[in-house]
Nanobody, 113 residues
Framework: VQLQASGGGLVQDGGSLTLSCAAS????????MSWYRQVPGKQREWVAG???????NYADSLKGRFTISRDNAKNMVYLQMNNLKPEDTAVYYC????????WGKGTLVTVSS
């Protein structure tokens, strides 16, 4: 299994970013997927999830600002992040529901105030 997140970077308070995750090595089309994030020194937290059929759910604190999506033809998962805040600064990762796979490469998002 390979999971590689990309698209992070430095953005100002209130800005937007779209993260991408390329997945391989498992049956993507039948796998619910999620985004997670981790601030150094803190536990990794779940951000958003999407079922194999496209049903979405979000951490309560992020609802309305983040949108998860997937492209089953490309084995890709996306996270559109709007109105970013400094507290969104973290390394973002994708994984299956319940983090069932080994963690892949994350992507750093830094939101400056």
């Amino acid at each position: 299994v390979q999971l590689q997140a990309s698209g992070g970077g430095l953005v100002q308070d209130g800005g937007s970013l779209t993260l991408s995750c390329a997945a391989s090595g498992f049956t993507f089309t039948s796998s619910p997927m999620s985004w997670y994030r981790q601030v150094p020194g803190k536990q990794r937290e779940w951000v958003a999830g999407i079922s194999e059929g496209g049903s979405k759910n979000y951490a309560d604190s992020l609802k309305g600002r983040f949108t998860i999506s997937r492209d089953n033809a490309k084995n890709m998962v996306y996270l559109q992040m709007n109105n970013l805040k400094p507290e969104d600064t973290a390394v973002y990762y994708c994984n299956g529901r319940g983090a069932i796979f080994a963690w892949g490469k994350g992507t750093l998002v830094t939101v400056s105030s």
